[in-house]
């Protein structure tokens, strides 16, 4: 019986973190507790920003983004994850898998974009102080956070669009918690020489172009700091820009671990590790580092508490 596009494989069974019994339920724990305080702490963020007008700055209204796109991300495969630790086989659907893809690689995308404009912001913020309400306008802002969308739409729909051209009419295991580009490919029984191409530009092209603006935004930023007489300045400097740097250090290198090919037999396992940090842990992560080194968010947290006690 076969799908329309040629595929006899129907649905999908997810192998999930681990094929141990034993450790079945303590990781259903372990990551619910994850997910309910990523989902929280996202949330509890964005209603920050919304709620307090001090925090209608450019910075947080990047920040709000990244919030919105990690407590999505997090929902795409997360209750699959834990449903999985629940019962013997973790089956999903083939449009269930494609959707699933698509949306992973949507969110993902987005975000390496997002983080490319809070690098820019940061820049415009250090270098260009007295023009920054100017070179940040709310138009400009929102053009920002429509291109990250926007690019983030078509990556997705290109490596989703290749996926299912392909058949599927032997194993349907995935050897993995979620329906990734890689270990899809390894399942198809015809040729996946063109999805690998393009699934190498695509990342190669998203990487490149996100990692170059980060560094030049960086760059100059650190150029332009060693040459402020005030100590107050690196300061200032640190404290705007820290949490964006281990954002991106957690979100970028976890990311590029996951994909490096090795001829190694614990390939697998690895890969599933360094997933599990940043599509689980960074977005946990992501609030806390916000909130814990901002003095604005503090704030703003104070002020939302004394607003619901009175």
Known sequence: MAMENGSAVMEFILMGLTDQPELQLPLFFLFMVNYIITVGGNLSLMNLIYLNSHLHTPMYFFLFNLSFIDLCYSCVFTPKLLMGFMSERSIISYNGCMTQLFFFCFFVNSECYVLTAMAYDRYVAICQPLQYMILMSPRT??????????????????????????????????????????????????????NELVSSVVVSTVIFLSSLIILISYGLILFNVIHMSSGKGWAKAMSTCGSHIITVGLFYGSGLLTHIKTSSAETVVVGKFFSVVYTLVVPVLNPLIYSLRNKDVKLAVKRTLKRFIN
């Open 141 to 194: 802002c929102s053009l920002l956070m429509f291109g990250s969308y926007l690019m983030g739409f078509i990556g997705a729909i290109v490596h989703t669009g290749c996926m299912i051209r392909l058949i599927f009419c032997d194993s349907n295991i995935i050897h993995h918690y979620m329906c990734d580009i890689f270990p899809l490919l390894q399942l198809s029984c015809s040729s996946t020489y063109v």
